[in-house]
């Protein structure tokens, strides 16, 4: 049997987790590892490596964001994130960022700064 596909697991698999339909994508887990996707725990695919993360190896999901204040005359703007993550709960995140980088994260991260809050130069 190969081995589980869940990160740091290291127990052999003895199912099979579908991930996905069209196309089918599966990954072979072990029970207890089954039994806990399928009651709905929060898991992402490591795209790269091709395992399931999940608990502490599940990085923080982005709940909110809020554009604190822009710091005039310096070009920069003040980014408040909120985070949430099974096992670590809410976290806040403040970022101080070039007007650049402020809309580099909004189009990577889908951010959505206000008009005129990303004072270009
Ligand atoms: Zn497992």
């Known amino acids: ?18 991930y996905n339909f069209a196309p089918l ?5 072990c029970h207890a590892h ?3 996707l ?4 929060m898991w ?14 599940v990085p923080p999901k982005v709940v909110a964001h809020h554009v604190a204040k822009t710091f005039d005359g310096r070009n920069m703007i003040e980014l408040d994130v909120e985070t949430t993550h099974p096992q670590d709960g809410t976290r806040n995140l403040s970022l101080v960022l070039d007007p650049k980088s402020a809309e580099d994260l909004r189009k990577n991260l889908g951010f959505m700064l ?8």
């Open 1 to 18: 049997m190969p081995e589980c596909r869940v990160l740091h697991c290291p127990n052999s698999s003895s199912d099979v987790f579908t």
């Open 44 to 57: 992402l695919l490591d795209s790269r490596t091709h395992y399931l993360r999940m608990g502490a190896d």
């Open 25 to 29: 994508q599966q990954a072979p887990v």
């Open 38 to 41: 399928m009651g709905g725990e």
């Open 34 to 36: 089954l039994r806990r």
């Open 114 to 121: 206000g008009k005129g809050e990303a004072q270009h130069p």
